[in-house]
């Protein structure tokens, strides 16, 4: 929930990364995005040390991606899962060697495919019939050849706390198994010339806080290997497992321990790969549990009032502009006051947004000591999908981004300026 060099003082003053977050706001100015070094660290630690000698983790960037995170991704080893010509273009500025990139999305476009090819994407993770062919044409055109994974649907639904297998499995994403078109597209790629099959990609969903399903996606996909291997004499180098693994935004959220699900994963690789053959090189696509418990959202306390009938409401400086997640999916967050001694008493207050709609709430209800106009609330858990689905609504620039560490702060993204609102505007033609 918490980035892991949180403090907080018997005053109440809270720091992270060894900066208190009152210095940040002076210097930085609010809603801020922070980012906290150690936690990252940890966290991709964790999947680099389980992983070792038999799969690597691509970070998501849709998760949140700005050049100085592909710069600290690549200086981890990591590789990077992009999902459009932004994101991949945002890698090649950070420098990062595009072999290491893998290129996913259910539309690329023929501009997309193109700039993946000519810079050598490591590998395309292909979704439809449609895409298998404008790839092998464009890669022919371009006297390349095209490594690809197929993305493919197990039928396996996560949600929270149960998973269900389905024959059918209706989404917009891949090729389902259980209809026989993930059969059908194994034998398009193998009879293509410029395409050349290195596996299967399968990725059930996002915040999973259960391990079962994690590790029958693995399962899927070795099963449907096996078939294919028996069909088609053709066995996977790669299988993709996708990202999805859960985080706590909640003190009562519980998810999968990291080297638990991988060690499983492991033993049923080496369960379900046939005798005679190499188990495939895992790899796995963690966005969230990467980054979203290393990021909080600094925002100053702007307005308390009280509402006939006794809701009272703390109105602060940013919102669903910074974080649409409360307005989406109804996502929950934890809050807290800085420099509130641990004995001021608390009120329940709903947490709102700056932003020109009823909707836009951070927090319904919450239990914060005495909130007054001035005070500073961090947002925890907040590095995930928040800068990444930010936007101006309402003209109110996006907050920058900065990375705490041993007691220093640096700027990761510049805050947003109304001139850059209005660069791109043309004025109206005379008439
Ligand atoms: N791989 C694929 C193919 C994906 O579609 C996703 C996320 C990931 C990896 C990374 O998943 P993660 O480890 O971050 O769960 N905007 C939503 C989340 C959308 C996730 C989309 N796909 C949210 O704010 O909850």
Known sequence: MRPVTYQKTRE?????????????????????????????????????????????????GKAFCCRAMVELVDRQGLGLDVVSGGELFTALTAGLDPGRVLFHGNVKTAAEIRAGLEVGVGHFVVDSLDELHQLDEAARAMGRTAAVLLRLTPGIEAHTHEFVRTGQFDSKFGFAIADGIADQAVAVALRMGNIELKGFHAHIGSQILDTEPLVANAEALLTFSGQVLQRFGFWPEVLDLGGGIGVRYGESDDPPDVTDLMTRVRMALGELTPRGMRPPHIIVEPGRSIVAEAGLTL????????????????????????????????????????????????????????????????????????????????????????????????????????????????????????DDLTRRDRPLRPA
Do not use: H
Not at 332 to 342: M, S, T, V
């Open 299 to 418: 925002y100053t306390v702007e307005a308390v009032k009280t509402v006939p009938g006794g809701r009272e409401y703390i109105a602060v400086d940013g919102g669903m502009g910074d974080n649409i997640r409360p307005a989406l999916y109804q996502a929950q967050y934890a809050a807290e006051l800085d420099q509130k001694a641990g004995d001021t008493p608390e009120r329940q207050v709903t947490v709102a947004g700056r932003y020109c709609e009823t909707g836009d709430i951070l927090i319904p209800s919450i239990r914060l000591p005495d909130p007054a106009r001035g005070d500073l609330l961090a947002m925890w858990g907040t590095g995930a999908y928040n800068y990444a689905m930010a936007s101006s609504y309402n003209r109110v620039p996006r907050p920058a981004v900065v990375l705490v560490n041993d007691g220093e702060a640096s700027l990761w993204v510049d805050r947003e300026r109304w």
């Open 12 to 60: 109440g003053e809270i720091s992270v990364g060894g900066v208190p977050l009152r210095d940040l706001a002076q210097e930085f100015g609010t809603p801020l995005y922070v980012m906290d070094y150690q936690t990252l660290m940890e966290n991709i630690a964790r999947y680099r040390q389980v992983l070792e000698g038999w799969g690597t983790a691509y970070y998501a």
